[in-house]
């Protein structure tokens, strides 16, 4: 239904600022609601961040509430995760996803069917 590439990942100072993007195919992008995922080195996947269909909503891991934002463009199909104040513990592969469940934000990564290939962020001290 939706194919997503994230870009935008790299490596950083501790500190510093990077901005995630989520590119979306397709024509129903707004019918999606967004989240982005982490995993770290030996570590289980995570939820960093998610919102609604139209945007009005959002909801973060505690991890990154008060630094991470996370947006979308309905009308450019593409979802970003703003990160600041990054320290070394947030070095992870990154990864939007596509949830049709039927709620407004899930954190549930099983509720989400479709997902991009990953975008590495390394955050040096």
């Known amino acids: 239904q939706v194919q997503l590439v994230e870009s935008g990942g790299g490596l950083v100072q501790a500190g510093g600022s990077l901005r995630l993007s989520c590119a979306a195919s397709?024509?129903?992008?707004?019918?999606?609601?967004m989240g982005w995922f982490r995993q770290a080195p030996g570590k289980e996947r995570e939820f960093a961040a998610a919102?609604?269909?139209?945007?009005?909503?959002?909801f973060y891991a505690g991890s990154v509430k008060g630094r991470f934002t996370i947006s979308r463009d309905n009308a450019k199909n593409t979802v970003y995760l703003q990160m600041n104040s990054l320290k070394p513990e947030d070095t992870a592969v990154y990864y939007c996803?596509?949830?049709?469940?039927?709620?407004?934000?899930?954190?549930?990564?099983?509720?989400?069917?479709?997902w991009g290939q990953g975008t590495q962020v390394t955050v040096s001290s």
């Open positions: 996803a596509a949830s049709s469940a039927m709620v407004a934000i899930t954190t549930r990564s099983s509720e989400y069917h479709t």
């Open positions: 397709g024509r129903t992008f707004s019918s999606y609601l």
């Open positions: 919102i609604s269909r139209s945007g009005g909503n959002t």
